[in-house]
């Protein structure tokens, strides 16, 4: 798989960008604000159709241009041969097309590529509230399953059915017809979820000892709220779990007016060694953690698919300490993985680069070669 070319009309503060990403690295250099994020959120969205930061759908629209909306357009090489995309955001709507017609559907549009992305963000993940760590979870999923993508929504609607519901103060029975969905969705979210963790743990830990070469070891550990779950059990048990917890709890649901169980309110915990990497870990130790995760997902989606994902790396080197960013960046050089990465200071990224690097210089919404 290979990304071969991206022609961004516009998208954010982008306008007429075309891009011809090297074999194996292309760095974007530029001050800040001038659309490095902006160009790697226009990949990651045309890829995963979901934005890379907390972005609604009509902020990826250039404020002066409403009335056209967002276009970016990607060509792929696959294993199946080259494949184009492209994904337009118009009135809050988005249209997907495969190859010049409307895609049949969006398993079709998002089956074949793979990308993961590694953010500043990223690295709040371990003291930051549980949301971003079932994000990430759920990122990962995607990329293994990107039917997932369907099932996380489905089982979002059903929640928020019910906890309108709730706030209406329905009557019991009205409530309950939506619990069984809503355990039936849960469910599938768990097994997923339940499923990455035990695929994912193993890539991260031996990630944690190259990465940290601290004397402890990083284990992860999925902590759903208010119910036990054994991992080895199948969906329909989960399904009985999370129907029975509804039940139990809904006295206090109605009294909060929430749904206090199920995959919305879980948490991924890290551990080094006994201890909770979110109470107990250094910055550092939980930098290298985020980092552990990261390199365990990409790995994990090599084991599973075959070929490495396509990475895109914003601004990663300039939030890393020095050695942790030295590992990093001898880490990519010897993959064998296309990489995207953006900076305002080359130097800082030299390292994850060979003789066949691509640069770009980015400046005022415009991508150039430098
Ligand atoms: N919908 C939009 N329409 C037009 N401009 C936008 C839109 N959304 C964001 N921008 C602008 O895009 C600019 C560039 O943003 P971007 O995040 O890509 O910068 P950057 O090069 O990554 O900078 P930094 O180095 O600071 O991270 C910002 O100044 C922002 O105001
Ligand atoms: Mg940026």
Redesign the pocket.
Known sequence: MRLLSVDIPRF??LADVKLVPGPRSTVLV?E???????TLEAIWYSATLKPLRGTRLA?????DRPLEGALVRTEWMLPGGPRRYAVRVLAGERQLEIDGKRAPSLDDYLGATSVVAFTPDDLSLIKGAPDGRRRFLDRAVFGRHPVFLSESRDYARALKARNRLLREGSPEGVREAFDAQLARLGARVWRRRLDLVEELAPQATRAFEAVGRLAVALSLRYRPAAVALDARAEETAFEQVLLEALETRKRLDAERKFTSVGPHADDLQLLLGEKSARLYGSQGQQRAIVLALKIGEIENLRAHRGAYPLLLLD?VSSELDPERNRFLMAYLRKLDAQVLL?T?DFGLVREATGDDVVVMQ?RSGAVQPA
Do not use: A, C, S
């Open positions: 954010r503060n530029g800040n604000g001038q659309g490095k994020t902006n902020e990826l629209v250039p404020f601004d953006t305002t980015v």
